[in-house]
């Protein structure tokens, strides 16, 4: 591991613990535990005294589709735990250089970026990037220091401190909760790495034949992924009737046809990949004619889609590739953004909100140069935006006026693109997130696409049980560190049970139980940060137009989210005390986390 310590310019390297490695194998878990274990209570996420923990994972580098790396924080938009995932290839080249995990603490007196090259580490000077976007950043720190270096940076939305702005890399995003943020309270622009080692495999004959079969398992079905890139589940998402649309008033676009799959692909390219995957659902798209002629994003992807297309009321695909390719350069995560821009747009069709009190912008659904300008706004804090720069909470606290009521977020982290009424189980997932509304932290497959078992995605009885499993086995591809995309087309479980004592030489590894159990412990770990921050039952709550507001249309008409039930038999399965939700001492104790349980213990939690 990698320890830099910016205020203090101190740089040190040390052994990852085989203990562990052993009980969080790499990636969020290592990345959890250290954050527990190191940040105090109640830190403020953008003073000095925060941590940013950068993590990969022990298949990460290794010719399979396991090349992502998570960044872990106390989130500044939420105050709750924060774990937000980047592919692409730097995740790589910093296993490449020898390093499971970067930890920065700390601030620097003036603008700085961290280059690393092999066992080379410097602090340097950022000041001439510092206001860069993050493409102009990546080009010329490459040039200061190496032409394949992989450069992870931010950009004047994080410089602004804007509570929702992410980390850029080769246009891959550490997206949600306000990463970049973090790095900019701590001056630090940019994180540039080169390295030239390789991932040391335990047995590499065993490793090459999984990998065949597993290639030759993920390449023999048809890949919605590979022609479409994920913007291939809008129109599935608009059947179910789930989609987002104007601020979750409905789950059904009259507008999808503009944005499909198939309208997006008419815009590609070329596609681009990750490392070692064989799919490459990087669609590289190009805006060629009319007022947004020029941008060019990889993607958009669904949620991308999602938030400026339907939420926004915008049928205007050229604006959304505009507003994605906008938010990479200024670094703004685009599902928060997309949401803050939808969720104003609701205020100020309702009245709530006045054509003076948006800077003269005519903010009704639909308007896509709106959009256009209301990223800009809030990337640079001008006018409207330093208030939306806050996030829809706390933008809703300051316009008052009842604006609360309409934001459709969890701990503060603004809603996927999935209308939780059709989707119990799924939804269910989001609402019980340790990072807030998020939905790749339990994703309910078997409501979705019958995998790998069908869910009835209106059934109440025994969604608790299936949230907990899905989160248990999504945490699995988090430490492993696999694709995302990629684990939902095979049985990843059974997989990293395969390929974990291959590559680490670890036998335990080989059990999907004891895989699950560390998902578990995980999972609890980062409950238990979040108790100790305060958080209980009472923000396991999804905003009442889900609870009380019938869907009104669609394959989900009628549907509301009964939450108490499901809830009440998540905390069952989950070992957690139903009334408070916090972790009981003997579930704990199970899990190997003494430790933990005398924390809270200490904090008079338990």
Request: net charge neutral; with cysteine.
């Amino acid at each position: 591991m990698l320890r830099i310590d910016l205020s203090k310019r101190k740089i040190l390297k040390q052994p990852l613990s085989q203990q562990l490695a052993r009980n969080f194998v790499g990636g969020r878990g290592l990345g959890a535990k250290i954050l527990f274990d190191e940040l105090k209570p109640r830190t403020d996420p953008l003073s000095e005294n925060n941590i940013l923990i950068v993590a990969v994972g022990p298949l990460t580098g290794t010719s399979i589709p396991t090349s992502r790396c998570v960044f872990v924080t106390k989130s500044p938009l939420t105050h709750a735990y924060l774990c937000s995932f980047m592919g692409g290839f730097f995740p790589a080249e910093l296993k490449f250089a020898g390093y499971d995990a970067l930890i920065v603490s700390g601030k620097a007196e003036e603008p700085v970026y961290i280059w690393i090259k092999d066992d080379e580490v410097e602090i340097r000077d950022a000041k001439e990037v510092w206001g860069m976007q993050t493409d102009e950043t990546e080009k010329k720190i490459r040039q200061e220091t190496d032409p394949k270096a992989r450069v992870a940076c931010i950009g004047p939305a994080g410089e602004n401190l804007v509570k929702y702005a992410c980390v850029i890399a080769d246009r891959r995003a550490a997206g949600r909760g306000g990463v970049g943020a973090v790095m900019a309270s701590k001056n630090l622009k940019a994180i540039a790495v080169r390295g030239s080692g390789q991932v040391n495999i335990a047995d590499p004959e065993t490793f090459k034949k999984l990998r065949k079969n597993l290639f030759k398992e993920v390449t023999s079905v048809p890949q919605m992924l590979s022609r479409y890139g994920s913007s291939g589940v809008v129109s599935i998402m608009n059947e179910l009737g789930v989609l987002p649309t104007r601020n979750f008033i409905t789950g059904v676009f009259e507008g999808i046809e503009k944005i499909s799959g198939e309208t997006f692909d008419k815009f590609t390219i070329k596609k681009e990949t990750c490392f070692s995957c064989p799919i490459g659902c990087g669609q590289v798209r190009v805006v060629k004619d009319g007022p947004y002629a020029g941008f060019e994003t990889v993607g958009p992807e669904y949620e991308t889609i999602v938030m400026f297309g339907s939420h926004c009321g915008n049928s205007c695909p050229e604006a959304i590739i505009a507003a994605d390719s906008l938010c990479d350069k200024l670094g703004l995560d685009t599902m928060s953004t997309g949401y803050v821009i939808g969720f104003v747009m609701d205020l100020y069709e309702k009245g709530i909100l006045s054509k003076e009190e948006t800077d003269g912008l005519d903010l009704r659904f639909g308007n896509h140069q709106a959009i256009i300008e209301m990223i800009k706004k809030i990337a640079f804090k001008d006018g409207i935006g330093k208030i939306l720069a806050e996030g829809s909470l706390g933008a809703a606290k300051k316009i008052g006026r009842g604006a609360e009521k309409y934001v459709m977020a969890v701990k503060g982290l603004e809603m996927p693109g999935y209308d939780p009424r059709g989707l119990k189980g799924h939804g269910l997932s989001i609402a019980t997130s340790n990072r807030g509304a998020c939905h790749n932290r339990g994703y309910a497959t078997q409501e979705t696409r019958g995998w790998p078992w069908h869910e009835d995605r209106f059934a109440v009885k025994g969604k608790g049980r299936l949230a907990a499993i899905n989160q248990n086995r999504c945490c699995i591809i988090d430490y492993s560190i696999w694709c995302l995309f990629f684990a939902f087309r095979v049985n990843f479980e059974v997989y990293t049970a395969k390929f974990l004592p291959a590559v680490t030489g670890i036998d335990d590894f080989g059990s999907v139980d004891e895989l699950l159990k560390i998902g578990e412990r995980i999972n609890n770990v980062e409950r238990a940060f979040n108790v100790r921050e305060g958080f209980t039952r009472k923000d396991d709550i999804f905003p009442e137009r889900f609870l009380k507001e019938p869907m009104p249309e669609g394959n989900s008409k009628g549907q509301i989210f009964e939450m108490k039930p499901m809830l009440d038999e998540y905390y069952e399965v989950r070992g957690w005390d139903l009334e408070t939700g916090i972790p009981k001492r003997e579930k704990l104790e199970e899990l190997g986390l003494h430790d933990v349980a005398e924390e809270l213990q200490r904090l008079g939690k338990l």
